[in-house]
């Protein structure tokens, strides 16, 4: 049961342009969202976020929207650079028993080009 | 910046053995869990932790699996007789954003 899908596993962008990572969900419970980063051997690290009360959330080059009747997020980078490539992972958040849990994409490989 | 540390960086062990994963979070965080990711596939979520007890854990985590805080300040992840199959990178976090620590690889041979 794939509850958070990010549908393109790589994804090529060339350096200076706009880089669109896509998630979709299917659990309405959901009430957070975030976007990580992860580069090779090192573990994710956190990048942006958003509640599910806003439809955009922006930080420096990075925006994050949010589309919940469509229950889509996509995650922009404008301008792209080379230090930009890296799997990036969406993330929804829900809260059970007073813990949140993370739900995990399966990440999108991004390549910025020079 | 706080980090979350985890200890070994990488893990090679026998099947069968038991495994001990070591994480210390961020302090004054309440909230730690452990997920996992094997070669190849997506971050799963193990098990959440608070107030000094499991308050959820998903399938994967069965009775081979236990968590503990044995001081207050570390966070482990048990494994008791590793399978083939537990061969994945094993990541830590702490509260809502979840700050995640380098990750574990943990090989089983």
């Known amino acids: 049961d794939q509850q958070v899908k990010q549908n393109s596993p790589s994804l090529s962008v060339q350096e200076g342009r706009i880089s669109i990572l896509n998630c979709d969900y299917t659990?309405?419970?959901?009430?957070?969202f975030l976007w990580y980063k992860k580069y090779p051997a090192e573990g994710p690290t956190f990048l942006i976020s958003i509640s599910s009360i806003k439809d955009k959330n922006e930080d420096g080059r990075f925006t994050v929207f949010l589309n919940k009747s469509a229950k889509h997020l996509s995650l922009h980078i404008v301008p792209s650079q080379p230090g930009d490539s890296a799997v990036y992972f969406c993330a929804a958040s829900v809260i059970i028993q007073g813990a949140q849990k993370l739900v995990f994409g399966q990440g999108t490989r991004l390549t910025i080009n020079p | 910046e706080p980090e979350v540390t985890q200890t070994p960086s990488h893990q090679v062990t026998q099947m069968g053995q038991e495994v001990i994963l070591r994480c210390v979070p961020i302090s004054n965080h309440l909230y730690f869990y452990w997920y996992r990711q094997i070669l190849g596939q997506k971050v799963e979520f193990l098990v959440s932790?608070?107030?000094?007890?499991?308050?959820?854990k998903s399938e994967i985590f069965d009775d081979q699996f236990s968590v503990e805080r044995p001081d207050g300040s570390n966070f482990t992840l048990k494994i008791r007789s590793t399978k083939l199959e537990d061969s994945a990178m094993y990541f830590c976090?702490?509260?809502?954003?979840?700050?995640f620590g380098q990750g574990t690889r943990l090989t089983v041979v």
């Open positions: 659990n309405s419970m959901f009430d957070y």
């Open positions: 976090a702490s509260r809502a954003e979840a700050f």
């Open positions: 932790f608070y107030n000094n007890e499991i308050s959820e």
